[in-house]
């Protein structure tokens, strides 16, 4: 069963794959505003080739765990996705904290840093829940 993992960006969204076994995440494609109908309709689509059971969407937290300006914006992101997908594919957020800059220091262009931050964040998913949901 695989699992589809999400860093929600406003203009780019970075998207990572699991393979069956749970075991490894890869980057792919980041989907260009994610939050338009367009955006949400081409998430559904990569659900459905991946054959995705779950979505993880990085929860964007300030440094101390508290809520930071775009915590709001990836929630309502969220909350659309999984009306779009219904009961069938769950949405849960998930701290992605320090994606972004493991991401960063790994180098690669813009694009492929967002989709990096995605696998990150879906290793350390995989890693901490992603055996209790896929078993």
Known sequence: MRVLALDYGSARTGVAV???TGTLATP???VLKANTRKGIDRLATIVRET???RVVV???LSL???DSPQTA???AFADRLAARLGDAVPV???DERFTTTLAQRSGGDRASEDSR???ILLEEWLAVRGRDHLA
């Open 18 to 20: 699991s393979d069956f």
């Open 58 to 60: 990085g929860l964007p």
């Open 51 to 53: 054959e995705a059971v």
């Open 92 to 94: 849960e957020m998930y």
């Open 28 to 30: 792919r494609e980041p």
């Open 64 to 66: 101390s765990g508290g």
């Open 73 to 75: 914006e990836a929630r």
């Open 117 to 119: 931050a995605a696998a």
